[in-house]
Structures are given as structure tokens and as C-alpha cells.
């Protein structure tokens, strides 16, 4: 069962911030983040491993809450270049496989 | 360049043709994932592979599609006798290893098949 991410689409000008949501209904091992321009591959973020960590990856950070089976992407200070389709995608325990979302798809304006 | 390589990047077939797609995944990857993304959607998961062995393809239609690994060479991904319905970007992803933090999927450039 795919994961479900909120909102579906936000647009932002430069220097804002934005928050995007993933939740799933069944337990997590881990939750991974990408974002994909248009016609592009989807470009890896980072990885949050069950335990509630952290991480950034230039502004752009995130939250993995295991018991709510939640993981949020926090981005700060947007910049064009953060533009695109923003996927999570979750890991079940002892299993490989991602499950992604349909994608969040932020718009930065100048 | 190390990262993963994907070919044809574009493939146009006509109905019941056969489509075949290539994977070489990242250097020192053993692990490879299939993934199929239809326009203004998620990626779905299809099957995923090691070396010389389908470790779970339940994510593929059992008819028509078929996926390998072999010991030497890309992996490849098979659509026989395909239909319109089959029009997508097909993924493909390569990781350390199967489960941890070693698990962190890097994607290819894709191939887009359009079928006529």
C-alpha cells in the first residue's frame, strides 16, 4: 500500500518555506526522499532510518517519526532550483522495495 | 561516469513488437530495481533483481513482461507482444544492498517507451 504525501502541489517564492508530508499505515523501517524534475530521473535526497532522525541535505531536511509512521521534508529558504515533484518513498522491515507516493509538486517563483 | 546507465533512452514499438530494456547499474551496486511511472504519477514498483537471481517480481504482470540479471552484462527488462497500455517511463535503480542504510536507490535516466 503506497504511502500518502500532503499536499498534493504548494508553490512558494523564493526564501519561503515549505513542509511535505508522508504517512503510511504500516509499520516503517525507513522512508526515502527524492525529487524529480520534469522528463528527469528521480534524484536521491537522503534516507531516514526508523529512530526518529534527522538529516539535511543543504536546506532542505527531515523528520521520520516511527511511531506515527510519519516522515516530514522541511524545506528552508526555498530556491529555484528547488522547483520539481517531491517522492517519498517507505521501506517495510526485512523488506527492499519502495512504496512511493503519488509526489508533492513544488513550484519556487522568483 | 559511475552512475547508473539506462538504454535506449527512448524506444517507440509497435503493437506486438517486443521491447527490451537495458540496466547497468552503479559500480560496486549488486542490487537492481525495476520501476514503471506513468505520466503525472508515482513510481510503482516491479521487480527486483541480484546477480543471476529474481529476488521478488511481484510488482510484474505475470504475461508478457519477464526481467534478468546475469552474471555478466546489464540487467534486462522484457515486454513481449506490447499493447498501448504499456506506454510508460520504465526506471531502473541499483543500491549497496537490499535492506539499511545501504539501500539508498539511485535511478537511472530511465527509457521512455511510447507504442504505437
Known amino acids: 500500500q503506497q504511502p500518502v504525501q500532503s499536499p498534493q502541489a504548494v508553490i512558494l517564492r523564493e526564501g519561503e518555506d515549505a513542509v511535505i508530508n508522508c504517512s503510511s499505515s504500516?509499520?516503517?523501517?525507513?522512508v526515502h526522499w527524492y525529487r524529480q524534475k520534469h522528463g528527469e530521473a528521480p534524484v536521491f535526497l537522503m534516507i531516514?532510518?526508523?529512530?526518529?532522525e534527522q538529516k539535511g541535505h543543504e536546506k532542505i531536511s527531515a523528520s521520520f517519526n516511527e511511531k506515527k509512521q510519519q516522515s516530514s521534508l522541511y524545506l528552508t529558504a526555498s530556491q529555484l532550483s528547488y522547483s520539481g515533484t517531491y517522492f517519498c518513498?517507505?521501506?517495510?522491515?526485512?523488506?527492499?522495495?519502495?512504496?512511493f507516493g503519488a509526489g508533492t509538486t513544488v513550484t519556487v517563483r522568483a | 561516469n559511475a552512475g547508473v546507465m539506462q538504454n535506449p533512452r527512448h524506444l517507440v514499438r509497435r503493437r506486438g513488437q517486443e521491447a527490451r530494456l537495458r540496466c547497468s547499474p552503479m559500480?560496486?551496486?549488486?542490487?537492481v530495481y525495476w520501476y514503471r511511472q506513468l505520466p503525472e504519477e508515482g513510481l510503482k514498483f516491479m521487480v527486483y533483481?541480484?546477480?543471476?537471481?529474481?529476488?521478488?517480481e511481484s510488482g510484474m504482470p505475470k504475461e508478457r513482461f519477464s526481467a534478468e540479471f546475469p552474471k555478466e552484462g546489464p540487467s534486462i527488462l522484457r515486454i513481449q507482444q506490447v499493447v498501448r497500455g504499456d506506454s510508460a517511463a520504465y526506471f531502473c535503480?541499483?543500491?549497496?544492498?537490499?535492506?539499511?542504510?545501504?539501500?539508498?536507490?539511485?535511478f537511472g535516466p530511465g527509457t521512455r517507451l511510447t507504442v504505437t
Open positions: 535503480a541499483s543500491s549497496q544492498s537490499g535492506t539499511g542504510v545501504r539501500n539508498e536507490q539511485y
Open positions: 504500516k509499520a516503517l523501517y525507513s
Open positions: 531516514l532510518l526508523k529512530g526518529g
Open positions: 518513498g517507505t521501506e517495510k522491515p526485512n523488506d527492499y522495495k519502495l512504496s
Open positions: 559500480k560496486g551496486h549488486s542490487h
Open positions: 533483481l541480484q546477480k543471476e537471481n529474481i529476488i521478488d
